[in-house]
């Protein structure tokens, strides 16, 4: 990466966060870096810039990505921070966009008590009767799990090495993976792994009878599916402790987000079981990240590979940092997860326009689109329709998009983006922040701008809106 030695970084909300991250004191950070430490002290109050030497030498010292920390675009927590402020509660404000970037940069805590308290409010609208005198406000505990995920970038190195580490004590891969663990699971503790009929099952995928010490899965489960399950049992047995750990470190308070995330975390380590990260990291590498091959190679599904892809971030063999999601046809959210940013509505929808939504359409096609947000920032999206297990007739089996995006910047890396050469698309965060004029696919008005109603005009775009102006006195 090329740095511009003659820009000053003020970036102290970023740089206090990442010594807080790491554990650090400003005086262990000050000798790192090979500075004193009042001069740290001034540049996390932004009283001194952090010049490019110290950019290099914090990627020197902690493995990083300098662009994470140079970066003058918008990241995920100004996006949440602009989007809560398009709420019509403080359209009279009318808050500049770069008094929130202050906010975001120099104050980040402040930022995220704001997030949280609309958050909050968002519930209370959602459930009027849920709040009373003397009553606690409503907790979602999924989005605790989300944000814990987040924070967390999805990367847990532990649980990975012992996945690792699993993974090549067995000594197999797919069908010869699951023999393995199912061998592991009755030698080691005693549990029979059983592939029951799917009326036995009464609808459900898995079950563990701890009586008969049985791990029971439904026929319906494919292969990559019951070796996951597998996997997942061997980590709430093996590696409990692991699991408690990391619980404990994303400081979940709620009982129910708590269990919700062990079982994120479960889930975690039996992806990396499945595809071990040095040889799942070094074939995806090899291939581009080709999520079919990659499919193939370790006898995995789509959704599988696709979540994998957003954990690949070990210091010193780093993936390319994607952000995926999965909706329904609906357009629900229903996961999220990141190691690279993207700048997807977290009160909303997504956009019309992001062809995400054409994959139900297409079905085994591997849809791919170069996107352009409002503010200018590149993106590569991956997207492909993906279903859940199959249901006894005549209930469907649940139907998904799942939709990988990485920084345009990243795209090189990608053998999807050798073929795709056609102008980006102009989407937006979604209907109610986006102020592009002319979407004829606009499902509600910006909520920043005030709407133009004239009886004598039907125009071929919904909702016409005074449009916001920039410095220069033009339209934007």
Same mark, same amino acid.
């Given at each position: 990466?090329?740095?511009?030695?003659?820009?000053?970084?003020?970036?102290?909300?970023?740089?206090?966060?990442?010594?807080?991250?790491?554990?650090?004191?400003?005086?262990?950070?000050?000798?790192?870096?090979?500075?004193?430490?009042?001069?740290?002290?001034?540049?996390?109050?932004?009283?001194?810039?952090?010049?490019?030497?110290?950019?290099?030498?914090?990627?020197?010292?902690?493995?990083?990505?300098?662009?994470?920390?140079?970066?003058?675009?918008?990241?995920?927590?100004?996006?949440?921070?602009?989007?809560?402020?398009?709420?019509?509660?403080?359209?009279?404000?009318?808050?500049?966009?770069?008094?929130?970037?202050?906010?975001?940069?120099?104050?980040?805590?402040?930022?995220?008590?704001?997030?949280?308290?609309?958050?909050?409010?968002?519930?209370?609208?959602?459930?009027?009767?849920?709040?009373?005198?003397?009553?606690?406000?409503?907790?979602?505990?999924?989005?605790?799990?989300?944000?814990?995920?987040?924070?967390?970038?999805?990367?847990?190195?532990?649980?990975?090495?012992?996945?690792?580490?699993?993974?090549?004590?067995?000594?197999?891969?797919?069908?010869?993976?699951?023999?393995?663990?199912?061998?592991?699971?009755?030698?080691?503790?005693?549990?029979?792994?059983?592939?029951?009929?799917?009326?036995?099952?009464?609808?459900?995928?898995?079950?563990?009878?701890?009586?008969?010490?049985?791990?029971?899965?439904?026929?319906?489960?494919?292969?990559?599916?019951?070796?996951?399950?597998?996997?997942?049992?061997?980590?709430?047995?093996?590696?409990?402790?692991?699991?408690? +750990? !990391? #619980?404990?470190? @994303?400081?979940?308070?709620? /009982?129910?987000?708590?269990?919700? =995330?062990? *079982?994120? %975390?479960?889930?975690?380590?039996?992806?990396?079981?499945?595809?071990?990260?040095?040889?799942?990291?070094?074939?995806?590498?090899?291939?581009?990240?080709?999520?079919?091959?990659?499919?193939?190679?370790?006898?995995?599904?789509?959704?599988?590979?696709?979540?994998?892809?957003?954990?690949?971030?070990?210091?010193?063999?780093?993936?390319?940092?994607?952000?995926?999601?999965?909706?329904?046809?609906?357009?629900?959210?229903?996961?999220?997860?990141?190691?690279?940013?993207?700048?997807?509505?977290?009160?909303?929808?997504?956009?019309?326009?992001?062809?995400?939504?054409?994959?139900?359409?297409?079905?085994?096609?591997?849809?791919?689109?170069?996107?352009?947000?409002?503010?200018?920032?590149?993106?590569?999206?991956?997207? +492909? !329709? #993906?279903?859940? @297990?199959?249901?006894?007739? /005549?209930?469907?089996?649940?139907? =998904?998009? *799942?939709? %990988?995006?990485?920084?345009?910047?990243?795209?090189?890396?990608?053998?999807?983006?050798?073929?795709?050469?056609?102008?980006?698309?102009?989407?937006?965060?979604?209907?109610?922040?986006?102020?592009?004029?002319?979407?004829?696919?606009?499902?509600?008005?910006?909520?920043?701008?005030?709407?133009?109603?004239?009886?004598?005009?039907?125009?071929?775009?919904?909702?016409?809106?005074?449009?916001?102006?920039?410095?220069?006195?033009?339209?934007?």
């Amino acid at each position: 990466m090329t740095i511009d030695t003659s820009r000053k970084l003020f970036i102290g909300g970023k740089l206090r966060r990442l010594r807080l991250e790491l554990g650090l004191s400003q005086t262990k950070m000050a000798e790192d870096l090979g500075i004193s430490p009042s001069y740290a002290n001034l540049m996390e109050r932004n009283q001194r810039p952090v010049s490019a030497q110290i950019l290099i030498r914090l990627a020197e010292a902690y493995d990083l990505d300098i662009a994470a920390l140079a970066s003058s675009e918008v990241d995920r927590s100004l996006a949440e921070v602009t989007e809560l402020m398009a709420d019509p509660l403080f359209r009279d404000l009318a808050v500049p966009a770069q008094e929130l970037r202050d906010l975001v940069e120099t104050c980040p805590s402040v930022a995220d008590a704001l997030r949280r308290l609309y958050q909050t409010f968002q519930q209370t609208q959602r459930q009027p009767g849920a709040v009373a005198v003397g009553n606690a406000l409503p907790f979602d505990p999924v989005d605790a799990v989300r944000s814990a995920i987040e924070t967390a970038k999805n990367y847990f190195p532990a649980l990975d090495e012992a996945a690792e580490a699993l993974a090549e004590d067995c000594g197999e891969t797919g069908a010869g993976l699951l023999a393995a663990l199912s061998a592991r699971l009755q030698s080691r503790h005693g549990i029979r792994l059983r592939i029951l009929p799917a009326d036995v099952m009464a609808g459900t995928l898995r079950r563990f009878d701890r009586h008969r010490r049985q791990l029971q899965i439904s026929e319906l489960v494919a292969g990559p599916g019951r070796v996951f399950q597998a996997a997942f049992q061997l980590a709430t047995i093996e590696h409990a402790a692991l699991l408690d +750990a !990391a #619980v404990e470190e @994303a400081a979940l308070t709620d /009982p129910t987000a708590r269990r919700m =995330f062990r *079982i994120v %975390l479960a889930n975690a380590f039996a992806g990396a079981v499945m595809m071990p990260y040095g040889r799942f990291f070094a074939a995806a590498e090899a291939c581009r990240y080709d999520i079919e091959l990659l499919a193939r190679r370790f006898e995995a599904s789509l959704e599988q590979v696709s979540h994998r892809l957003t954990s690949l971030q070990r210091p010193g063999a780093r993936g390319v940092p994607f952000f995926m999601i999965r909706v329904d046809d609906a357009g629900n959210v229903s996961k999220r997860h990141a190691s690279g940013r993207f700048h997807l509505s977290r009160y909303g929808g997504t956009c019309p326009l992001w062809n995400l939504h054409e994959t139900f359409h297409s079905p085994g096609a591997i849809l791919t689109q170069r996107l352009e947000m409002p503010d200018g920032s590149a993106f590569f999206s991956i997207a +492909a !329709a #993906v279903r859940g @297990a199959p249901q006894p007739f /005549p209930r469907r089996a649940a139907r =998904f998009a *799942i939709g %990988l995006v990485c920084e345009m910047k990243y795209a090189q890396r990608l053998v999807y983006a050798d073929a795709t050469g056609e102008a980006p698309a102009r989407i937006g965060t979604n209907c109610r922040l986006c102020e592009r004029a002319d979407c004829p696919q606009r499902a509600e008005p910006p909520q920043a701008r005030p709407l133009i109603i004239d009886e004598t005009l039907r125009g071929a775009v919904p909702f016409p809106f005074v449009p916001s102006r920039g410095r220069d006195g033009k339209e934007g």
